[in-house]
């Protein structure tokens, strides 16, 4: 079945920095992917989501950009501030809605 | 309103004791699943529900039951709760018609 590997598992920025993450997945067939953001204490946060035939999508200081030929996910978060400070799953699908996440990136936001 | 909502946000069960989760969703949506997340691990997929058709996942088919007695509520219930259920219990929903999920903010379940 699909797998899906997410990096870095930590990652810390200053203010005002861009903050990569990366996924990578198996399945060729994988046609939804999305990220979320969990807070202290939260449920998932839907950030955004694409469909297989976007490679690039800008959304309020996020970008998430899908490589179908290396099966690699980013989420770009440019000018990161204290409030990004979360943890940040990227979730994919095959069909059917049933998301297969990756492990999470614990990000922190330093001044 | 995209909100899920779950009660309650936490819950202590005695080990061997029944718990039951409710979740609700004011979307109309016709796939409501429960997801199990435990500290440093990705959240995984215990069951889903399409509409009244209930899907288990392989690992997990014994250990947890749901109802669906409408579109809106749907409930996760363990009958006899171990340490290892210890974790966070996401409920989350979707519609055919659009690929998004969206999630509630989740019971921390403690058992002891």
């Known amino acids: 079945g699909e797998q899906v590997e997410q990096r870095p598992p930590h990652l810390s920025v200053r203010e005002g920095d861009s903050a990569i993450i990366i996924c990578t997945y198996t399945d060729s067939a994988t046609a939804y992917f999305s990220w979320y953001k969990q807070e202290a204490g939260a449920g998932l946060q839907l950030l955004m989501s694409?469909?297989?035939?976007?490679d690039r999508k800008e959304e309020q200081g996020l970008t998430v950009l899908l490589n179908k030929k290396d099966k690699r996910l980013s989420l770009n978060l440019t000018a990161a501030h204290p409030g990004d400070s979360a943890v940040y799953f990227c979730?994919?699908?095959?069909?059917?809605?049933?998301?297969?996440f990756g492990q999470g990136t614990i990000l922190k936001v330093y001044l | 309103d995209t909100t899920v909502k779950q009660n309650p946000r936490y819950k202590l069960a005695r080990v061997g004791k029944p718990v039951n989760l409710i979740c609700s969703q004011t979307m109309n949506h016709d796939t409501m699943y429960w997801y199990q997340k435990k500290p440093n691990q990705a959240p995984k997929l215990l069951l889903f529900y399409y509409d009244k058709i209930l899907n288990r996942e392989a690992d997990t088919f014994e250990k947890f039951q749901s109802s669906r007695p409408n579109n809106s509520f749907c409930s996760l219930y363990i009958g006899s709760a171990g340490l290892e259920y210890s974790a966070m219990y996401l409920c989350?929903?979707?519609?055919?018609?659009?690929?998004?999920?969206?999630f509630g903010k989740g019971t921390r379940l403690t058992v002891v």
């Open positions: 979730a994919v699908s095959v069909g059917g809605q049933k998301l297969v």
């Open positions: 989350a929903s979707s519609s055919r018609q659009n690929t998004e999920v969206f």
């Open positions: 694409v469909l297989s035939n976007v």
